[in-house]
């Protein structure tokens, strides 16, 4: 069985951040990740928030951090973790993670598993994930190129990447169920100005349209009832997103919505278990954010573990 002084699950921006802080702590550090270390992160297109960076990308972002800390002594595997046992009595202030290749033992852990997409609340559109459906512009805009598709959503999120995707499409249908878009003013100015974009504000999916595959979509307008159909085999779902917490037990204090509940060094009410990213129960889901979390978490981890000594 695998022992770790920290193991962290999830390489976003907050579990690489992490992973640097604790190896530079000295700590013997396995961070965990189901597909390729960034997350979410290496999928955003252009990024001009990070400080000191003007424009960067989410991938070169994304490896300039896997680099970093690898390069500081962090341990990379491909793992699913499907279970997590808190330390109980005769357990030496271990917790076990649960994994399809086995067992893990760490004396602490930081849950940096970020967020989800959410779908729409239908059959229709669950089946259609992957055909027509999808929640990464950048992933599959290119799919689309020369044709109309349809954004839903009204988030910054959802605004950036209807503007991404016109660099493919023709034209790009933005839905919003409110009056207005919740997205900051400097990116609604932005989508504003784009010639390839149609919103439609006070609206929301009736239908996909298609059987096999999205051949287009039925949106009502909330106001009148009035309902149209859109010519877009391609729907982008910017909805809202949801915390990858299914496998933590019950003892692991969580907000409304799943969000995991910690304290101003991240702690979990859990003792050892930290949290630090998206995951969180946070007012702000940022790149910036998650790292500064996952500095937090870390050095939270150092002093938990300073005290078992």
């Not at 000191?52 to 990308?57: A, F, H, P, Q, R």
């Not at 002594?73 to 279970?83: Q, S």
């Not at 202030?93 to 940096?112: C, M, P, S």
């Not at 109309?148 to 249908?173: F, I, P, R």
Request: with cysteine.
């Amino acid at each position: 069985m695998s022992e770790r002084e920290l193991v962290i699950i999830g390489a976003g921006p907050a579990g690489l951040t992490a992973a640097i802080y604790g190896c530079r702590a000295g700590l013997s550090v396995l961070v965990l990740e189901r597909t390729i270390a960034g997350g979410q992160m290496r999928l955003t297109g252009d990024i001009e928030n990070w400080p000191g960076l003007g424009i960067t990308t989410g991938e070169e972002l994304s490896e300039n951090m896997h680099n970093q800390a690898r390069a500081f002594g962090a341990e990379f595997m491909d793992a699913m973790v499907t279970g997590l046992e808190t330390a109980g009595e005769g357990s030496g202030g271990w917790h076990t993670l649960k994994t399809e290749g086995g067992d893990i033992k760490a004396q602490a852990i930081i849950v940096a598993t970020g967020a989800y997409h959410k779908n729409l609340d239908s059959d229709k559109a669950r089946a259609m994930a992957g055909r027509g459906v999808s929640f990464c512009a950048i992933c599959d805009g290119g799919f689309y190129r020369g044709k109309e598709v349809a954004v839903v959503g009204g988030g910054n999120s959802a605004l950036e990447q209807a503007m991404y995707l016109t660099n493919h499409a023709s034209k790009v249908h933005v839905i919003h169920r409110r009056d207005e878009f919740r997205a900051d003013r400097l990116v609604r100015d932005r989508l504003a100005k784009n010639p390839k974009i149609v919103t439609h504000l006070s609206h929301e999916v009736d239908d996909i349209l298609g059987t096999n595959d999205v051949q287009g979509l039925s949106i009502k307008d909330k106001k009148t009832g009035k309902t149209t159909e859109l010519n877009t085999p391609g729907v982008f779902m910017f909805i809202g997103n949801a915390p990858h917490t299914e496998f933590l037990p019950e003892e692991i204090a969580k907000a409304e919505g799943g969000w995991l509940v910690t304290d101003t060094v991240l702690r979990t009410n859990v003792p050892g278990i930290f949290a630090a990213g998206d995951v969180r129960d946070t007012p702000l889901r940022q790149i910036v954010t998650a790292a500064a979390d996952g500095a937090l978490a870390a050095m939270g981890a150092y002093e938990y573990l300073q005290g078992l000594k």
